[in-house]
């Protein structure tokens, strides 16, 4: 069983830059793809980037491609959101998740572990 917990969420300036992390332990995680997604009030949990604890590969929504980085540290089992050039739009709630599948999945109903959540607030 794997189990997540999120970090380093705040209040951030448009243009400003936050990084997030995400924190794994237990079993099995290490050949898990690994995702971050955002909720903002009355939307649904949308994609934000994945990757692969194995491997160099990583995926990113559209929407934040160019401005956010997915990247892990094995020594802390640590998976981190580099999220630069911060929009309004970005404020949501944002939660790691994890998934054994073996294609990055980009819907939420594919992972079965996540993490309790962490708020990002972005002011103009």
């Known amino acids: 069983q794997v189990q997540l917990v999120e970090s380093g969420g705040g209040l951030a300036q448009v243009g400003g830059s936050l990084r997030l992390s995400c924190a794994a332990s237990?079993?099995?995680?290490?050949?898990?793809?690994m995702g971050w997604f955002r909720q903002a009030p009355g939307k649904e949990r949308d994609f934000v980037a994945a990757?692969?604890?194995?491997?160099?590969?990583?995926y990113y929504a559209d929407s934040v491609k160019g401005r956010f980085t997915i990247s892990r540290e094995d020594m802390k089992n640590t998976v981190y959101l580099q999220m630069n050039s911060l929009k309004p739009e970005d404020t949501a709630i944002y939660y790691c998740?994890?998934?054994?599948?073996?294609?990055?999945?980009?819907?939420?109903?594919?992972?079965?572990?996540w993490g309790q959540g962490t708020q990002v607030t972005v002011s103009s």
């Open positions: 998740a994890a998934t054994s599948r073996t294609v990055i999945p980009t819907t939420p109903s594919n992972y079965n572990t």
């Open positions: 237990g079993r099995g995680f290490r050949t898990d793809v």
């Open positions: 990757l692969r604890w194995s491997g160099s590969s990583t």
